[in-house]
């Protein structure tokens, strides 16, 4: 049981925008930064946002990020067969006093 | 660009330790934080702790406290990671990853994981 929820789940079809969500509590993502990572099949993973909604130089703005309160999301716009890969929120956890992720998203590429 | 090479696949008896390497090279190793993610066959991520080298002490998820230690070599830019009392639940494929890190009350964090590792697997199998 992740510590972090999203959805097992998500699809979309080419050129498509997408969202991902990521849901928290007070003492991690209420609290701290959220980050998002996209893990390629039989690949590391991949930061893709950093700090809310910050893009590593680089990175299509296709790819977005933004917090509300104990929940965050990620938004992927254009959607193309190359995004099909799993996709990961962390957040810092003052509970834990560790990082912790989401359990992930399968995002499938129709 | 930062390079995070990792050693090699091991296989070990439950019981055992193991201690994976992490070689860091291409920029500034000490003041950067290395933390370890595993990730079990077929599952999601998992934090197991970090190190800020220039600062010495390292953080550890509380699941994985008395059985992990992490720490560096600043001489080689090496990092290392030694898990013991070995279960077959420790099976998996476990990454280095670099990034910056914070300090607050005392105690110096991870921020989060911008650089990673090719990952090296454990398996724990008698």
């Known amino acids: 049981q992740s510590v972090l929820t999203q959805p097992p789940s998500a699809s979309g079809t080419p050129g498509q925008r997408v969202t991902i969500s990521c849901s928290g509590s007070r003492s991690n993502i209420g609290s701290h930064y959220v980050y998002w990572y996209q893990q390629l099949p039989g690949t590391a993973p991949k930061l893709l946002i950093y700090?809310?909604?910050q893009r590593p130089s680089g990175l299509p703005d296709r790819f977005s990020g933004s917090k509300s309160g104990t929940s965050a999301s990620l938004a992927i716009s254009g959607l193309r067969s190359e995004d099909e890969a799993d996709y990961y929120c962390?957040?810092?956890?003052?509970?834990?006093?560790?990082?912790?992720f989401g359990g992930g998203t399968k995002l499938t590429v129709l | 660009q930062v390079q995070l090479v990792q050693s090699g696949a091991e296989v070990k008896k439950p019981g055992s330790s193991v201690k994976v390497s992490c070689k860091a090279s291409g920029d500034t190793f000490s003041s950067h934080a290395i933390s370890w993610v595993r990730q079990a066959p077929g599952q999601g991520l998992e934090w197991v702790g970090g190190i800020i080298p220039i600062f010495g002490s390292a953080n550890y998820a509380q699941k994985f406290q008395g059985r992990v230690t992490i720490t560096t070599d600043e001489s080689t830019s090496t990092a290392y990671m030694e898990l013991s009392s070995l279960r077959s639940e420790d099976t998996a494929l476990y990454y280095c990853?670099?990034?910056?890190?914070?300090?607050?009350?005392?105690?110096?964090?991870?921020?989060?994981?911008?650089?990673w590792g090719q990952g090296t697997l454990v398996i724990v199998s008698s």
């Open positions: 700090r809310n909604n």
């Open positions: 962390a957040a810092w956890d003052d509970s834990l006093s560790g990082q912790v």
């Open positions: 990853a670099r990034g910056p890190g914070y300090c607050s009350g005392g105690s110096c964090y991870p921020e989060y994981f911008q650089d």
